[in-house]
């Protein structure tokens, strides 16, 4: 069917080929003078204008005889059935589907601020030749409108290639004709038309609006100092979305709100700056992330204008909360160096910021701080339009001649990298509240800061002041010490001999901060601060910091596959560091009483080993396994069914009298709290046991109390023993005080397949910086082995053995195998009846291991989130399906 069809168009089309086909020619505009595309007047050598439909300039010299009619009828008759196919399957889908407005592909967007009209331009050759064709009536769009249309792709044919022996006609097939723009003139300005403005590539160019003025009368010219002709820019945009060309046309002047959540209204006076706020008339609101050109009618009547932004209301009755800004972002006046010509300024330096005062009187906030910087943008010389160059009897241009972008940001922008809400608090350097969680809402709970989430912060200026952040990740928890933040200087680099530029960079650098409180139970909780400087990179010159992104993080997070009643834990050492800073002590005494207890553990064993005259022979029998499983603590806030905390109970007996009494870990110097020192409620967890309970495994017996001895706190071979013996010579007595949790992860906004996350205290960002400033020192640290170190991880099965520790490296995945006790004495097989839960006898061998072999392993987390942490999970190492 289709063969036949077309060979039917082809018949028709041998028949109809000569015959010329007339068009009428409609004048798109009043500018018909000017350019000659235009004209309705008759070219030369016609009376008409003539499309010849399939027919070029090669098949028109085929009457002559000049050329031979062998090959070249062969050519002509297979582009004729080719065109004739082409012809039918347009038609053919036509009419199968009809066009819409929907299925048209190019969408003109006017962004101009005023109103204009559009037509298809047709033409051979050049743009001024009379050989112009256009049969297309003018399209008009209104200011901010759109309008969707199609254009047939348009067969340009130039001149013959001029060569020796060669006829070739080059060709160019499939290009869309470009646009004929007019934007409507006011009563006293004429705008020139937009003229050969393509569709086809893609890009942002920069092209000329000719502006004439009306010519001025004798009494007006010699006060009129401007040109009667000048230059504007304006920006043409051809973007490719969803297989359509989107056309945008506008100013070259744009502010746009980068700031997340911030919705700006745009003001503007005319005249001199120094008028009162009162003049300032509203021009748009501008939503978050989108941006607003400047209408083209503001540059168009040659006065003084300034342009004022504040953030817009939140509130239904449209009644800003703020005034306008202390000084304008734009300005537009008369430029002395250019003979009288006007231009737009910024008003304000390459980064810098301005108070929006609050229009009602806030003991809390002041005023809200924006941040205006401008940003370079990419544009294509190569659709320049010049019409007016810079010197000459022709015009003047408006102004330097290119876009101008200003950004409109925060100094400080925060986000929580964390798996659980925060409340946050900042404060200036005097510690008075500038912003937080319970400002911003009502009640402490009002306005935390969920997971994943960002929020901008106005009340402050960093290139002013210096501000104090602390954070919680409950109400009921206590505050961390403040981290002191503050904007450094550029920080000179060396040149890197890999760049292939060799250039010294200037770049303020990404910093971190670790901040700290302590759980219900005593136990460190460190979160990690990640500063990143916010730079505004002009395109020549140094960067400029203006201000910070903080990002609020923890480097592990922990998943647990199995149906175990795992826990984790990590040692002390990296929960609570050897040094502290002082500014630290004053908030959390937990780090001072540690200090504190190590010196007085160290004078114990100074003074057993003096005592009884071990002059070190110990040291060769040391437990260093004993020593490290001692040392563990659970990590905080942990979502578990069965957590278990433990305390031992440690004395030192003379003359049947008590002469000293501590509590510890397993390990005497790791001190603990004392079990009457723990809350017995919580708001987020509760106790599973009634009290606290005393542990008779092994040889100790009830009758006295629990306690097992040994000769000498110094782990040797007189250290306790693994039977758990007591022996009345002795006169260091312990006993193993537990009570089991329940922690609900969920009430706090913990995820349900995390269990808990960890930032050690020595993390491992500082670690990796302080040997890479080793090794840049020349300090003889070798730069393969800066990223060399590990976190130590220790799991426990409810009340059972903290495992040998697991190192995991600084950075990177990795995996492995970590073997975890089933009971909290695996050397000792008798166990206090009642304490453990029985099982029927023929599942009792199977489901009661001595040991249980699990795997882990640690991977980045996907997205933005891998940057900051690491996710290790814990799953079985034998799986049956």
Same mark, same amino acid.
């Given at each position: 069917?289709?063969?036949?069809?077309?060979?039917?168009?082809?018949?028709?089309?041998?028949?109809?080929?000569?015959?010329? #086909?007339?068009?009428?020619?409609?004048?798109?505009?009043?500018?018909?003078?000017?350019?000659?595309?235009?004209? &309705?007047?008759?070219?030369?050598?016609? &009376?008409?204008?003539?499309?010849?439909?399939?027919?070029?300039?090669?098949?028109?010299?085929?009457?002559?005889?000049?050329?031979?009619?062998?090959?070249?009828?062969?050519?002509?008759?297979?582009?004729?059935?080719?065109?004739?196919?082409?012809?039918?399957?347009?038609?053919?889908?036509?009419?199968?589907?009809?066009?819409?407005?929907?299925? #048209?592909?190019?969408?003109?967007?006017?962004?101009?601020?005023?109103?204009?009209?559009?037509?298809?331009?047709?033409?051979?050759?050049?743009?001024?030749?009379?050989?112009?064709?256009?049969?297309?009536?003018?399209?008009?769009?209104?200011?901010?409108?759109?309008?969707?249309?199609?254009?047939?792709?348009?067969?340009?044919?130039?001149?013959?290639?001029?060569?020796?022996?060669?006829?070739?006609?080059?060709?160019?097939?499939?290009?869309?004709?470009?646009?004929?723009?007019?934007?409507?003139?006011?009563?006293?300005?004429?705008?020139?038309?937009?003229?050969?403005?393509?569709?086809?590539?893609?890009?942002?160019?920069?092209?000329?609006?000719?502006?004439?003025?009306?010519?001025?009368?004798?009494?007006?010219?010699?006060?009129?100092?401007?040109?009667?002709?000048?230059?504007?820019?304006?920006?043409?945009?051809?973007?490719?979305?969803?297989?359509?060309?989107?056309?945008?046309?506008?100013?070259?002047?744009?502010?746009?709100?980068?700031?997340?959540?911030?919705?700006?209204?745009?003001?503007?006076?005319?005249?001199?700056? &120094?008028?009162?706020?009162?003049?300032?008339?509203?021009?748009?609101?501008?939503?978050?992330? #989108?941006?607003?050109?400047?209408?083209?009618?503001?540059?168009?009547?040659?006065?003084?204008?300034?342009?004022?932004?504040?953030?817009?209301?939140?509130?239904?009755?449209?009644?800003?909360?703020?005034?306008?800004?202390?000084?304008?972002?734009?300005?537009?006046?008369?430029?002395?160096?250019?003979?009288?010509?006007?231009?737009?300024?910024?008003?304000?330096?390459a980064a810098s910021s301005f108070p929006c005062d609050y229009e009602r009187f806030d003991d809390e906030r002041s005023a809200a701080w924006l941040t205006c910087t401008t940003s370079p943008t990419s544009i294509d010389d190569s659709c320049h339009i010049d019409k007016y160059p810079t010197s000459g009897p022709a015009g003047t241009r408006h102004h330097d001649f290119g876009m101008i972008s200003i950004l409109v940001d925060s100094s400080t922008s925060l986000r929580n990298m964390l798996p659980v809400p925060l409340h946050w608090e900042l404060a200036d350097a005097t510690l008075n509240r500038l912003d937080g969680s319970s400002i911003r809402g009502k009640g402490d709970n009002a306005n935390e800061?969920?997971?994943?989430?960002?929020?901008?912060?106005?009340?402050?200026?960093?290139?002013?002041?210096?501000?104090?952040?602390?954070?919680?990740?409950?109400?009921?928890?206590?505050?961390?010490?403040?981290?002191?933040?503050?904007?450094?200087?550029?920080?000179?680099?060396?040149?890197?001999?890999?760049?292939?530029?060799?250039?010294?960079?200037?770049?303020?650098?990404?910093?971190?901060?670790?901040?700290?409180?302590?759980?219900?139970?005593?136990?460190?909780?460190?979160?990690?601060?990640?500063?990143?400087?916010?730079?505004?990179?002009?395109?020549?010159?140094?960067?400029?910091?203006?201000?910070?992104?903080?990002?609020?993080?923890?480097?592990?997070?922990?998943?647990?596959?199995?149906?175990?009643?795992?826990?984790?834990?990590?040692?002390?050492?990296?929960?609570?560091?050897?040094?502290?800073?002082?500014?630290?002590?004053?908030?959390?005494?937990?780090?001072?009483?540690?200090?504190?207890?190590?010196?007085?553990?160290?004078?114990?064993?100074?003074?057993?080993?003096?005592?009884?005259?071990?002059?070190?022979?110990?040291?060769?029998?040391?437990?260093?396994?004993?020593?490290?499983?001692?040392?563990?603590?659970?990590?905080?806030?942990?979502?578990?069914?069965?957590?278990?905390?433990?305390?031992?109970?440690?004395?030192?007996?003379?003359?049947?009298?008590?002469?000293?009494?501590?509590?510890?870990?397993?390990?005497?110097?790791?001190?603990?709290?004392?079990?009457?020192?723990? #809350?017995?409620?919580?708001?987020?967890?509760?106790?599973?046991?009634?009290?606290?309970?005393?542990?008779?495994?092994?040889?100790?017996?009830?009758?006295?109390?629990?306690?097992?001895?040994?000769?000498?706190?110094?782990?040797?071979?007189?250290?306790?023993?693994?039977?758990?013996?007591?022996?009345?010579?002795?006169?260091?007595?312990?006993?193993?005080?537990?009570?089991?949790?329940?922690?609900?992860?969920?009430?706090?906004?913990?995820?349900?397949?995390?269990?808990?996350?960890?930032?050690?205290?020595?993390?491992?960002?500082?670690?990796?910086?302080?040997?890479?400033?080793?090794?840049?020192?020349?300090?003889?640290?070798?730069?393969?082995?800066?990223?060399?170190?590990?976190?130590?991880?220790?799991?426990?099965?409810?009340?059972?053995?903290?495992?040998?520790?697991?190192?995991?490296?600084?950075?990177?995945?990795?995996?492995?195998?970590?073997?975890?006790?089933?009971?909290?004495?695996?050397?000792?097989?008798?166990?206090?009846?009642?304490?453990?839960?029985?099982?029927?006898?023929?599942?009792?061998?199977?489901?009661?291991?001595?040991?249980?072999?699990?795997?882990?392993?640690?991977?980045?987390?996907?997205?933005?989130?891998?940057?900051?942490?690491?996710?290790? &999970?814990?799953?079985?190492?034998?799986?049956?399906?």
């Amino acid at each position: 069917e289709v063969t036949a069809r077309t060979l039917g168009q082809l018949r028709n089309w041998k028949e109809n080929s000569c015959r010329p #086909k007339t068009i009428k020619v409609h004048p798109p505009s009043d500018y018909i003078q000017e350019h000659s595309f235009l004209s &309705t007047k008759p070219a030369q050598g016609g &009376t008409e204008l003539q499309n010849y439909a399939g027919i070029n300039k090669r098949e028109r010299t085929t009457s002559d005889g000049d050329v031979s009619r062998g090959d070249n009828s062969k050519r002509i008759a297979a582009r004729q059935a080719a065109q004739a196919a082409l012809l039918f399957a347009e038609k053919r889908g036509a009419a199968i589907q009809e066009k819409g407005e929907s299925a #048209k592909p190019f969408i003109f967007r006017n962004l101009c601020g005023m109103d204009l009209s559009f037509c298809e331009q047709r033409h051979e050759g050049n743009v001024n030749s009379n050989s112009h064709k256009s049969s297309f009536a003018m399209k008009r769009i209104s200011s901010d409108q759109e309008a969707k249309f199609q254009m047939e792709v348009a067969n340009l044919t130039q001149e013959p290639i001029h060569s020796e022996g060669s006829k070739k006609i080059r060709s160019y097939e499939g290009r869309f004709p470009p646009l004929f723009v007019q934007i409507e003139s006011l009563e006293d300005v004429f705008l020139d038309p937009l003229v050969g403005l393509q569709v086809s590539k893609v890009g942002i160019f920069l092209v000329e609006l000719g502006v004439r003025r009306r010519k001025a009368t004798n009494e007006e010219s010699k006060a009129r100092t401007d040109p009667t002709r000048v230059a504007l820019p304006l920006i043409w945009k051809v973007e490719l979305e969803d297989n359509r060309r989107i056309l945008t046309l506008s100013s070259a002047i744009q502010i746009t709100p980068i700031a997340l959540g911030l919705s700006l209204d745009l003001g503007y006076s005319c005249g001199s700056e &120094t008028q009162p706020y009162d003049s300032i008339k509203i021009l748009a609101s501008i939503e978050s992330g #989108k941006s607003y050109f400047l209408p083209v009618w503001m540059s168009l009547n040659f006065q003084q204008v300034q342009i004022y932004i504040r953030p817009s209301s939140d509130s239904s009755d449209d009644v800003s909360l703020f005034k306008w800004g202390t000084t304008s972002v734009l300005r537009y006046e008369r430029e002395i160096r250019a003979k009288g010509g006007w231009s737009w300024r910024e008003g304000f330096e390459a980064a810098s910021s301005f108070p929006c005062d609050y229009e009602r009187f806030d003991d809390e906030r002041s005023a809200a701080w924006l941040t205006c910087t401008t940003s370079p943008t990419s544009i294509d010389d190569s659709c320049h339009i010049d019409k007016y160059p810079t010197s000459g009897p022709a015009g003047t241009r408006h102004h330097d001649f290119g876009m101008i972008s200003i950004l409109v940001d925060s100094s400080t922008s925060l986000r929580n990298m964390l798996p659980v809400p925060l409340h946050w608090e900042l404060a200036d350097a005097t510690l008075n509240r500038l912003d937080g969680s319970s400002i911003r809402g009502k009640g402490d709970n009002a306005n935390e800061l969920s997971s994943g989430k960002c929020l901008e912060i106005f009340a402050c200026d960093l290139t002013l002041t210096d501000v104090n952040l602390r954070l919680r990740p409950t109400p009921t928890m206590a505050w961390t010490n403040r981290a002191h933040i503050t904007l450094q200087n550029n920080i000179r680099r060396e040149r890197d001999p890999q760049d292939a530029n060799n250039e010294e960079k200037f770049d303020p650098p990404v910093r971190q901060i670790n901040v700290h409180t302590v759980d219900d139970f005593g136990c460190p909780l460190h979160f990690g601060i990640r500063l990143t400087p916010k730079l505004h990179r002009p395109l020549e010159g140094r960067s400029i910091c203006y201000g910070l992104d903080i990002f609020v993080f923890a480097e592990l997070w922990f998943r647990n596959l199995t149906k175990l009643p795992v826990t984790f834990g990590c040692p002390w050492s990296e929960m609570c560091p050897s040094s502290v800073p002082e500014e630290d002590t004053d908030d959390l005494s937990v780090f001072e009483s540690a200090s504190k207890a190590a010196a007085e553990a160290a004078l114990i064993e100074i003074a057993s080993v003096l005592e009884f005259g071990d002059k070190g022979r110990g040291l060769a029998n040391v437990d260093q396994e004993s020593i490290e499983k001692g040392n563990f603590h659970n990590i905080p806030l942990q979502a578990s069914n069965c957590l278990c905390h433990e305390v031992f109970e440690y004395i030192e007996v003379e003359s049947s009298t008590v002469k000293r009494r501590w509590w510890a870990s397993e390990q005497y110097d790791n001190i603990r709290l004392e079990t009457e020192s723990y #809350k017995e409620i919580g708001s987020n967890w509760h106790w599973i046991d009634g009290s606290w309970m005393l542990d008779f495994s092994g040889n100790v017996k009830e009758s006295e109390g629990g306690w097992e001895s040994c000769r000498s706190l110094f782990a040797g071979e007189s250290y306790f023993a693994k039977s758990r013996n007591i022996d009345p010579k002795h006169i260091f007595r312990r006993r193993r005080w537990f009570r089991r949790q329940r922690f609900d992860g969920q009430s706090i906004g913990l995820p349900k397949d995390i269990s808990c996350f960890y930032q050690p205290s020595r993390d491992s960002f500082s670690r990796r910086e302080a040997r890479r400033r080793m090794a840049s020192e020349g300090s003889g640290i070798d730069t393969n082995s800066i990223q060399e170190g590990f976190h130590r991880i220790s799991l426990r099965n409810s009340d059972g053995q903290w495992s040998p520790s697991t190192k995991i490296p600084l950075a990177g995945p990795s995996q492995g195998i970590a073997r975890v006790h089933s009971s909290r004495w695996p050397t000792i097989s008798s166990t206090r009846q009642g304490k453990v839960k029985h099982l029927p006898s023929s599942v009792q061998t199977t489901l009661k291991p001595e040991l249980y072999e699990l795997c882990y392993s640690v991977s980045d987390l996907p997205g933005d989130w891998g940057e900051f942490s690491r996710l290790v &999970t814990i799953s079985p190492r034998f799986l049956f399906r």
